[in-house]
């Protein structure tokens, strides 16, 4: 069937005596003597009016197009009248390609909870919201592959399954072909515990030290049990490494990477960006126009935990020197103390994973984590530690079997460089760009504790 997507049509140059489209009803509204259509096809938020006029060929099978109903419509495009379109369609035909219930198609024409439409996501995308966050999606990976490659950055693929915990912390989820209750490994598919990945730094560092510049784009898997709007089992990261590269590298490149994404979104989905700007978040595209002119602010960990400390805020979770931030105090010093975009650096050792880089203090390391005003972190990385007893006193320390890492610590044998990098969660870049709140509405199909639905 050849036909001319809706996004094309409504940006057509002159009138059209025959065009075909096809979508799904949105709504539809009876009048005397003809039908109104709204139609849509995913390729853009707004709808195509198609106007059947009763007595014609095409009406025969308006009893069938209800909203929901797949349909394919042929007909004039012509010059609108009313002011919310250009064009509209006249019919000359009118096909239902699928049915839809009018008696039970969920999806009416009404503002519907976040909660509801969660629990039917396999229909949700259908919605404007989920349409055009779904877009804006598309257009946002786009952008980070571009600006990596203007940037020289390759793309490369990390591994899913993984024998190493990456950050240390255990809440991995564990993959094995064996029966339950069957504990040995050495009888598994792999002879060894696999599990699901949390992060493919470790691997990317490999690469980086062969390639220079690298970055990946893929899921990740974390089993915390945590039912905040921030988390999720299953989401996507993006982490570049740089070989020969310190923090103040990757600090330059994660704020130029930021700005470039939210620059080419608000050129390439300005109409989709309008719709979260009206009901979502008023003055959204005024704040991210702002974030990629500001240049963003910079404090060490120590400086922030003195500004809580004096804030006179009563915090949830009291700060004192040596404590993780919580979102509460990331989002103070983002929100209020520096009111934009803020670089935290040079935590506690103790606090952060073994492959962080020691600073000559010997109390704290190279990391940076990047806040932002309504989000908190959106970014956390580090120079990594490429001094081989250094690292390797780490692991012995931590939680981690310094033996599963000889890979990793054969990089700091043969051709060891000054090298960082950084990861940034996809979703909550998504939650930044169109101002949604929770993590479950900018994922098609969420995946948190729970909730294995779809």
């Known amino acids: 069937m050849k036909r001319t997507l809706i996004a094309q049509a409504l940006e057509a140059s002159e009138a059209c005596d025959s065009i075909t489209i096809c979508g799904w009803i949105r709504s539809r509204r009876d009048a005397k003597g003809f039908s109104f259509l709204a139609v849509n096809d995913g390729s853009t938020r707004t709808h195509m009016q198609c106007i059947v006029d009763n007595g014609t060929l095409a009406a025969r099978e308006l009893p069938f197009a209800t909203n929901g109903a797949a349909v394919a419509v042929t007909g004039t495009l012509t010059a609108s009248p009313g002011k919310e379109q ?42 404007n919201k989920y349409a055009s966050m779904l877009r804006i999606s598309s257009e946002a990976a786009f952008a980070i592959h571009s600006f990596f490659r203007a940037e020289h950055f390759t793309y490369v693929r990390t591994p899913i399954l993984t024998g190493s915990d990456c950050e240390g912390a255990g809440e991995l989820f564990r993959v094995t072909t064996l029966d339950p209750g069957n504990k040995d490994t050495s009888e598994d598919f792999f002879t060894k515990p696999c599990r699901l990945t949390v992060s493919g730094q470790l691997e990317g560092e490999t690469l980086a030290s062969a390639l220079g510049r690298i970055y990946t784009f893929g899921p990740t898997f974390r089993a915390e049990d945590s039912r ?15 070989a020969f590269a310190d923090l103040s590298d990757i600090m330059e490149l994660a704020e130029s ?14 109409n989709d960006l309008a719709l979260f700007d ?23 960990y120590t400086e922030s935990v003195r500004l809580l400390e004096q804030s006179g805020e009563s915090f949830v979770y009291p700060v004192h020197f040596g404590v993780d931030l919580q979102t509460e105090h990331e989002r103070y010093l983002a929100e209020t103390y520096c009111q934009k975009p803020v ?10 994973p073994f492959y962080m880089r020691e600073n000559d203090d010997g109390a704290t390391v190279a990391a940076m984590d990047v806040l932002l005003p309504g989000i908190g972190e959106i970014i956390g990385g580090s120079q990594r530690e490429e001094r081989l007893e250094k690292l390797e006193a780490r692991l012995a320390k931590q939680t981690q079997t310094p033996e599963d ?7 700091r044998r043969f051709g060891s460089v000054p090298h960082a990098g950084f990861g940034l969660g996809f979703e909550r870049l998504l939650m930044l760009l169109t101002g949604i709140r929770n993590i479950r509405d900018v994922i098609p199909f969420p995946r948190t504790p729970g909730s294995l639905e779809f």
Do not use: C, N
């Open 86 to 127: 250009q064009w509209e369609i006249h019919a000359q035909s009118l096909k239902v390609l699928g049915l839809a219930d009018p008696e039970t198609y969920p999806l009416q024409k009404k503002r519907q909870s976040d909660e509801f439409l969660r629990s039917i996501a396999h229909l949700r995308p259908r919605t």
């Open 228 to 242: 905040t709007p921030r988390h999720a089992a299953e989401f996507w990261m993006i982490e570049p490494e740089m």
């Open 257 to 270: 990477m930021l700005k470039s994404v939210i620059a080419s979104v608000l050129d390439s989905s300005a």
């Open 278 to 300: 009206r009901f979502i978040e008023e003055g959204l595209i005024a704040k991210l126009e702002s974030w990629t002119r500001e240049p963003f602010a910079v404090l060490t």
């Open 343 to 352: 670089i935290i650096i040079d935590y506690p050792k103790s606090i952060k």
């Open 405 to 411: 890492y000889w890979w990793y610590t054969d990089l």
